[in-house]
């Protein structure tokens, strides 16, 4: 069964970092995708990064310069590097991985607060 299971959220200033890891139950290549969403009180999820597996790589505009999104193959593991936290990057995260099996297969982790104080 594939899980995805993230981590690293938490309380943090205006201005400060985090590092969101979502570890993957099976090879993170055996997906076609794999990135993070965010969904604020109130507001629809939205994607906020994404990597492909041939390493093309998509920022929404509001995080571009400030969060990197990364891989480590070994330890099936994806990060979300986000740097320059603002009040309006608070949100629960969510990491999501497509699977081509058969038709496309949609994953998705529990989430993750990300909490920014001004």
């Known amino acids: 069964q594939v899980q995805l299971v993230e981590s690293g959220g938490g309380l943090v200033q205006a201005g400060g970092s985090l590092r969101l890891s979502c570890e993957a139950s099976?090879?993170?290549?055996?997906?076609?995708?794999m990135g993070w969403y965010r969904q604020a009180p109130g507001k629809q999820r939205e994607l906020v990064a994404n990597?492909?597996?041939?390493?093309?790589?998509n920022y929404q505009d509001s995080v571009k310069g400030r969060f990197t999104i990364s891989r480590d193959s070994a330890k099936s593991t994806v990060y979300l590097q986000m740097n320059s936290l603002r009040p309006e990057d608070t949100a629960v995260y969510y990491c999501?991985?497509?699977?081509?099996?058969?038709?496309?297969?949609?994953?998705w982790g529990k989430g993750t607060l990300v909490t920014v104080s001004s």
């Open positions: 990597i492909q597996t041939g390493g093309t790589i």
């Open positions: 099976v090879s993170i290549f055996s997906f076609q995708v």
């Open positions: 999501n991985g497509v699977r081509l099996v058969g038709g496309f297969m949609d994953y």
